[in-house]
């Protein structure tokens, strides 16, 4: 790491944990700018999975007990 970013590494060490959020945020879209047709898309992906899910058409599964098979798949290997 070269030290203007040691520099600004230890200035981010002094923030609320709020300000790093945003911070992440802004760094996030300086690098990967916005796609307004992909978050278009993403949008109209999460309507009908919803109306699906409220139709009846799909079941959801709680995260925590998703995350524990994922572990024991993924990571006991």
Same mark, same amino acid.
């Given at each position: 790491?070269?030290?203007?970013?040691?520099?600004?590494? #230890?200035?981010?060490?002094? &923030?609320? $944990?709020? =300000? *790093?959020?945003?911070?992440?945020?802004?760094?996030?879209?300086? @690098?990967?700018?916005?796609?307004?047709?992909?978050?278009?898309?993403?949008?109209? #992906?999460?309507?009908?999975? &919803?109306? $699906?899910? =409220? *139709?009846?058409?799909?079941?959801?599964?709680?995260?925590?007990? @998703?995350?524990?098979?994922?572990?024991?798949?993924?990571?006991?290997?």
């Amino acid at each position: 790491m070269n030290t203007r970013v040691e520099a600004m590494m #230890e200035q981010v060490k002094v &923030l609320t $944990a709020e =300000e *790093r959020v945003a911070l992440l945020d802004a760094l996030s879209e300086f @690098v990967s700018p916005p796609d307004a047709e992909w978050e278009t898309a993403w949008a109209k #992906e999460c309507e009908d999975r &919803l109306g $699906a899910y =409220e *139709r009846g058409e799909i079941e959801a599964e709680d995260f925590d007990v @998703v995350m524990a098979r994922m572990r024991r798949e993924f990571l006991a290997k």
